[in-house]
């Protein structure tokens, strides 16, 4: 867009046509649409595989702890589709400087050519979308993944999602019972990402960590059932890992039709049968199982371009230690492997204690029950630890939001845990968005999703609160006024009322 100087800037407000010039607005997008959906599939079909043309991701650390994603597309693709909607509408072939030109000769076509090529950018577009503590609930986890624009809703579990970039903020294990069936479903989404420039990353929480400690205090009866079940899934797989663990999403619902099938009343309290699942857990899960292997290829801490992503809460000594050195000891534990000594010790640093890295909650605290002083001192912690790593803020789970999604500290930090599965909460997904300056949180409803666009913004003299404000009202840009600042709101809105409140109140898991 940098090629084309008529010194707009987007997105453009909503243009508000004649009903002769609305026809022809909705016959261009109807053309752009098929144009470029033509000569995007054409193209791919012809020339390229899936994310031939496109900017790799780059990932540095084993387990990934810097990931650098260009969300930027090629700016030819706007030249292009210019030159090949032009070339539609007027059936002959244009080069982008006569489409400059006619443009800027006429103000109206050039508004409404611009508003197209921004759609046409939103498409393009790679992003970052963050989701959650996920607890064994399968069904909330397609629900937040299909909201996240990433997973096909016809079933099929396909990536949908292009160039985008997902991290997922740890805790799948505990508390449900479906948590291989979503690492297989993440861990199936990642490997068709790749194929089109995007990614899937897992960050491990601690729940992760609890289990491959041999702490079962938390699972779910149906859990250690999976697990049992996944065993003999295995071996029917000749204890292929790959084929066994890639395809259990898809095999996992037969299984447990068949397992009620055959339940009895008393199944629940079987001590054999307990017996059979507590035992396929250790199996699984101990340092050195085929499971904790799986989870030692995430990170406790990762860091994607600007933004740093881990379950409870990074903090000054955290960095001072090394991220990637937290990332890589864990690793080695879960493996059951030794940077050192002959046996594997527990990263103490990053896993225990109330100030380790999945553990904390510093950053997830209800200000409202805090001093000013303390408030004052949390900021400071984490301002040091952002500079430390030269990043903008920091995105945590583990502890509940009952607000739902929301941030603190001039929007430096971000709570995304609103637990939402049927074991904790039982609250409607949430999932986050932040991109330029401008966070998008969607909130699924009965019957649909609620697009909630936000306006990060410095808030002075409200004792280091951040207020958001969520214009939800109607489909055009609204602007809202408090007492602290102006706020404008652009983006689609489903909701009919206006929601805005203090989003600062969380409580502990």
């Known amino acids: 867009m940098a090629s084309v100087p ?66 930027m597309p090629n700016s030819r693709h706007f030249g292009n589709t210019a030159c090949l909607l032009v070339s539609v509408l007027t059936r002959s072939t244009v080069s982008r400087s006569s489409v400059i030109g006619a443009l800027s000769s006429n103000m109206f076509w050039c508004k409404l050519w611009l508003n197209i090529l921004w759609l046409e950018l939103l498409k393009v577009l790679g992003k970052c979308w963050r989701v959650g503590d996920l607890h064994g609930d399968l069904d909330k986890a397609r629900c937040a993944l299909q909201m996240a624009g990433v997973l096909s809703s016809d079933g099929r579990d396909l990536w949908v999602g292009g160039q985008t970039v997902l991290v997922q903020l740890g805790d799948i294990l505990d508390r449900g019972e479906n948590e291989i069936a979503i690492l297989s479903l993440l861990k199936s989404l990642d490997i068709q990402a790749k194929a089109y420039g995007g990614a899937v990353f897992q960050v491990n929480g601690n729940h992760e960590t609890m289990n491959v400690e041999g702490d079962f205090r938390y699972v779910d009866s149906g859990a250690f059932d999976e697990c049992a079940e996944f065993l003999e899934h295995l071996e029917i797989c000749n204890h292929n890992w790959e084929e066994a663990f890639i395809g259990w999403v898809g095999v996992s619902k037969r299984w447990k ?41 995430h990170a406790v801490v990762l860091k994607v371009n600007e933004w740093v992503f881990c379950h409870g809460g990074l903090l000054p000594h955290h960095v001072e230690y090394g991220i990637e050195r937290i990332n890589k000891e864990v690793s080695y534990w879960m493996k059951g492997l030794s940077m050192e000594d002959d046996y594997p010790e527990l990263p103490f640093i990053a896993t225990k204690g109330y100030n380790s890295v999945v553990w904390s909650r510093l950053y997830s605290r209800d200000t409202e029950d ?26 945590v789970g583990h502890t509940p939001q009952a607000t739902g ?30 991109r330029e300056g401008r966070a998008r949180a969607i909130r699924s409803k009965r019957d649909g999703y ?28 609204g602007e809202r006024l408090d007492g602290f600042n102006r706020i404008t709101a ?16 969380g409580i502990l898991a």
């Open 6 to 71: 008529l010194g707009c800037s987007l997105p453009l407000r909503t243009l508000y046509l004649p009903s002769r010039q609305h026809k022809a607005f909705d016959a261009i997008c109807c053309c752009a649409s098929t144009a470029s959906t033509a000569h995007s599939l054409s193209k791919r079909a012809s020339t390229e595989t899936p994310g031939e043309s496109l900017k790799p991701i780059v990932v540095h650390g084993d387990p990934p702890t810097f990931v650098t994603a260009p969300w």
């Open 405 to 434: 999604v929301n941030c603190e500290f001039n929007c430096r930090i971000w709570r995304i845990d609103v637990g939402m599965s049927s074991g904790v909460l039982d609250s409607r997904p949430e999932v986050l968005e932040i």
């Open 257 to 297: 039709e068949e397992r009620k099938l055959v339940q009895n009343h008393w199944d629940p309290w079987s001590v054999v049968k307990r017996q059979k699942g507590v035992i396929a857990r250790s199996i699984l899960l101990r340092p050195g199982g085929p499971l904790a292997s799986e989870l030692a290829r």
């Open 490 to 505: 652009s983006g689609v809105h489903l909701q009919q009322k206006p929601y805005s409140c203090f989003l600062n109140s």
């Open 450 to 477: 609620t697009s909630s666009p936000y306006r990060m913004s410095s808030t002075s003299g409200c004792s280091g609160h951040t207020q958001l404000h969520l214009n939800l009202e109607s489909d055009t840009e």
């Open 370 to 395: 805090l001093q000013d002083y303390q408030i004052n001192q949390i900021q400071s912690i984490l301002q040091e630890t952002l500079q430390a790593l030269g990043a903008k803020g920091m995105v």
